[in-house]
């Protein structure tokens, strides 16, 4: 079994900061990109950003540089810090990984179950 683990979401005011964590665990092999999506009520959910093993990383447009991705490959983890953070960014984050497992030749897509991030005053 894989799972995704999501930490460090909450509540933060208007141009605070926050950062999530996400580890994955199971029969892993490798992973190959690690990103985050967010979604709010009545809206699909949209990609964060997301980053290559190699460490390129790629973002939404609408994020105008405030959020940053890595990752740590020895412990299977992603981060996502975000700064300056607008009540536009209130959503639940989930992060998202394309996996091997052992005894398997196949990529598969994992989710993980969520984070609530709340930007209010």
């Known amino acids: 079994q894989v799972q995704l683990v999501e930490s460090g979401g909450g509540l933060v005011q208007p141009g605070g900061s926050l950062r999530l964590s996400c580890a994955a665990s199971?029969?892993?092999?490798?992973?190959?990109?690690m990103g985050w999506y967010r979604q709010v009520p009545g809206k699909q959910r949209e990609l964060v950003a997301r980053?290559?093993?190699?460490?390129?990383?790629n973002y939404a447009d609408s994020l105008e540089g405030r959020f940053t991705i890595s990752r740590d490959n020895a412990k299977n983890t992603v981060y996502l810090q975000m700064n300056s953070l607008k009540p536009e960014d209130t959503a639940v984050y989930y992060c998202n990984a394309d996996i091997r497992r052992a005894k398997s030749t196949a990529w598969a897509d994992y989710w993980g179950q969520g984070t609530q991030v709340t930007v209010s005053s």
């Open positions: 199971g029969n892993i092999i490798m992973i190959n990109y």
């Open positions: 980053i290559g093993r190699g460490g390129i990383a």
